[in-house]
């Protein structure tokens, strides 16, 4: 199956610290890819490595025949990748409409992008004109990712989407996720709880020490649970 984004043994460091050591991961077309790892393990930098905000010392990240690895930060939401960064990173002093105005802009995506955007996420619909830092935690976490997809892109990152939300909002996240996939979009999604994870995923990377342990399809992770505890600790 040809890949949709592919790291190919890549090293990254903050300073002198050297936190991913030859990571490499294949996210497939179309699948949902999750990244399972400790606290500290590189998944949020193996995520900002993608997107050119961390520097990638060796190695490359290709997105199919192109060299994203080489591009400047602000080139790389522009190849189709949306990002959904730990903890949002709203603009709150905006409004809703605002916000999602900025997605639009990146790729040159007009109203027909954003209705289908709003079509997804209703609730935002009703909330265009209030300041995103007003929204409730979950409302923001639907705005972020309604902004990531105004890119309308063909790769998405999401780095802990689910982190502090009540069962609801999770579910919806995960059917905005599936209903991606159905339209083709690869998934690379970062999660602490394997139990967030197994729904959706069709694929699992356990991340430990800046590196990719071992990739496994979801099927393989149900039927021997052990695996979860080795790389994360906790099942
Ligand atoms: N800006 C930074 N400067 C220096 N060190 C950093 C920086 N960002 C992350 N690190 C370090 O890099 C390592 C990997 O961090 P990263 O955020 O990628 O982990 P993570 O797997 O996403 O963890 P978590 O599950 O807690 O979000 C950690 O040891 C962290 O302290
Ligand atoms: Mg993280």
Redesign the pocket.
Known sequence: MEAALTLDSIDCS??E?Q?LHGLSLELRRGEVHCLL??????????L?AIMGL?PVRAGRIMKRELRISRLEAYEVPKTGIGYVP?GRRLFTDLTVAENLEIGLMTRGKGRDTLERVLGLFPVLRERLRQRSGTLSGGEQQMLAMARALCLEPDVLLL??PTEGLMPSMIARIREVVAALRERGVSTLL?E?RVEAVLPVADRVSF?EN?RNRQTVEVEHLRSDPQMVHRYVGVG
């Open positions: 903050y300073g610290v936190v790892g400790r606290n500290g393990a590189g998944k949020t930098t193996a900002k961390v730990q780095d802990e970062v602490q991340i800046g």
